[in-house]
């Protein structure tokens, strides 16, 4: 791809100084972005399918967001909440009561990241349970800080040289029905990924009394948007009540609208006991959340505690994110352009093969890309290349799994320019077929 003159001189800039771990898949260097378009340093504008990886669901710089961030500037940029107390800590935890599934008494903690919420979860779930094993799910991504990473298992590099991370963690897998890990069939496979934990690990792994929860997304983000039968995720949570075990619902990547609902789980009629949430709480200020039933978030003063955690400008960004999103009715526009591209993608697997699998709800949508249909090999080449050529033509896009690309535009996307970018998608995928 050739590069814009001030691009080429950010990145030469970048790469002298910057962590070399850091995994970039496009040569972008954004400056300025608005709704659903993204321009680079070099003044070109490209149609912004990735949203931060589920960040900006209201857009790049949304007016409402913006004007309240600036206000609060200007009044107290910090304070220390765990310290001390400021009014839109209170009001944020209020709101997020009133909006997250489940009809009784909640407390609230607030973060800074996704995997800073896991570590709330996996903390008080341990303390209430008075119990260390967690069970996870293969392709589950939850974070990389050294908790919160015992239970992703994404990709292996991820944990690669970070052993012996947090003990005790049970992974089984998730019901990724196109890529079976029994060679099943759904339905007739009567959901068995679910109920090996119940018939297998609780035999011969662990005492379900042993397990302090059970951490989950109800459609894996990282792992490739995988979107389980609803059957999966309805035994997972009939095994954690039978035994009472928390159910910890990772809605991080899949929560605030995204997939057509407020938080995915709606869609399966699951409700947590632990909900951990960020990404696009703040429209991309820094700012993640613990939710839990009361009795769960029940520790002593100084258990556990953080310095930046509902932040007066992050919990500002928050409250008027919730606002724009209900007052914009972004939930239901997620669900109708999400219903447009999946049936627009459905209509390109027709016509090209190396497309395997279409996947989604809302605005999470994932394709599979494949070398072959039948053996189902990953087309992890033709992955990065479909990337890197859409974003020549225009078009910002992020891998996820093992060959899938993930369509998460803003909320705030309408049907033209979400047509539009299709069909710089399918102009790429026909080149590349």
Same mark, same amino acid.
């Given at each position: ?25 496009s040569p972008l260097v954004a400056i300025e972005g608005r ?38 500037? %200007? ?123 119940? %018939? ?34 309805? %035994? ?10 928390? *159910? ?26 632990? *909900?951990? /949430? ?44 919730? %606002? ?5 009715? /972004? ?11 999946i049936s627009r993608l459905r209509e390109m697997m027709e ?45 910002? *896009? /992020? ?35």
């Amino acid at each position: 791809m050739t590069l814009g003159e001030e691009s080429r001189k950010w990145i030469e800039r970048d790469e002298k100084v910057m962590a070399k771990f850091i995994a970039r898949v496009s040569p972008l260097v954004a400056i300025e972005g608005r709704g659903a378009i993204v321009k680079d340093v070099d003044g070109k504008e490209y149609i912004d399918f990735s949203s931060g990886i589920g960040v900006v669901n209201t857009g790049h710089c949304h007016p409402k967001v913006v004007e309240a961030v600036k206000k609060q500037v %200007e009044k107290l940029i910090h304070i220390a909440s765990t310290d001390f107390y400021h009014p839109l800590q209170v009001e944020l935890a209020e709101k997020l009561v009133e909006i997250t599934p489940g009809e009784f008494k909640k407390r609230v903690f607030f973060t800074n990241s996704g995997t800073e919420s896991v570590e709330c979860a996996i903390k008080i779930t341990r303390n209430y349970r008075k119990r260390s094993r967690i069970i996870g799910f293969i392709g589950g991504f939850h974070g990389r800080t050294m908790g919160s990473l015992a239970i992703t298992s994404g990709k292996s590099i991820q944990r690669s040289a970070f052993s012996p991370v947090m003990p005790e963690a049970i992974h089984v897998p998730y019901a990724y029905c196109y890529r079976c890990r029994y060679k099943l069939e759904y339905p007739e496979c009567d959901v068995w990924c679910a109920k090996y934990i119940e %018939e297998v690990v609780f035999n011969h792994l662990s005492l379900p009394e042993d397990v302090s929860a059970i951490l989950i997304e109800p459609i894996q983000g990282e792992g490739g948007y995988i979107v389980p039968p609803k059957e999966f995720l309805s %035994e997972i949570q009939s095994i954690s009540e039978r035994y009472s075990i928390p *159910l910890i619902v990772d809605e991080v990547q899949s929560g605030f609208g995204r997939t057509g609902k407020m938080f995915a789980s709606e869609h399966f009629g699951i409700v947590g006991d632990v *909900l951990t /949430l960020a990404k696009a709480l703040a429209s991309g200020l820094p700012m993640g959340a613990c939710v839990s039933r009361e009795e769960i978030m029940d520790m002593p003063p100084g258990t556990h505690g953080n310095t930046f955690g509902g932040n007066p400008v992050s919990a500002a960004a928050a409250l008027a994110t919730i %606002e724009v999103i209900e007052e914009e009715k /972004l939930v239901d526009n997620a669900a109708k352009v999400g219903e447009l591209m999946i049936s627009r993608l459905r209509e390109m697997m027709e016509k090209y093969e190396i497309i395997g699998d279409v996947r989604g709800l809302g605005l999470m949508i994932g394709v599979e890309l494949v070398k072959d249909r039948e053996s189902k090999e990953p087309a992890k080449k033709e992955v990065e290349e479909v990337i890197l050529n859409s974003l020549k033509e225009g078009l910002i *896009l /992020l891998p996820a799994g093992i060959s899938s690309i993930r369509f998460a535009p803003p909320l705030v996307i309408d049907e033209e320019t979400a047509e539009n970018g299709l069909e710089i998608f399918e102009r790429v995928l026909a080149e590349i077929s």
